[in-house]
């Protein structure tokens, strides 16, 4: 069974709203080190995470999204709100963590999810 399963991702207009969901199975779950990343590009960027239980946030999307999660249910959650073309990107969630260097770099992170796409159009 695949670890991480994201879903939520879709097409919404610019100004629209979603929610992201990522639930862990098999016990690789770890609630103080989850995350949101996207790559638009060549790279994952860092989007959300929570780290040692405190939130942070990539400068673009502070304001605008916020990462949850809900431990009984090993699920964690991004809501984004007032999208706007430039978060058109392929999301994926992140669990677990080396505890070394900052939430934002990709080798940090243990177990990644599979993606889901997410289009803002104008």
């Known amino acids: 069974q695949v670890p991480l399963v994201e879903s939520g991702g879709g097409s919404v207009q610019a100004g629209g709203s979603l929610r992201l969901s990522c639930v862990a199975w098999g016990g690789i779950y770890d609630r103080n080190c989850v995350a949101w990343f996207r790559r638009r590009r060549a790279e994952r960027e860092g989007v959300a995470a929570i780290?040692?239980?405190?939130?942070y946030y990539d400068a673009s999307v502070k304001g605008r999204f916020t990462i949850s999660q809900d431990y009984e249910k090993k699920t964690v959650y991004l809501q984004m709100n007032s999208l706007n073309p430039t978060d058109t990107a392929m999301y994926y969630c992140?669990?677990?963590?080396?505890?070394?260097?900052?939430?934002?770099?990709?080798?940090?992170?243990?177990?990644w999810g599979q993606g889901t796409q997410v289009t803002v159009s104008s």
């Open positions: 992140a669990v677990g963590c080396q505890y070394g260097g900052n939430w934002d770099e990709t080798w940090q992170w243990k177990t």
């Open positions: 780290w040692m239980l405190t939130p």
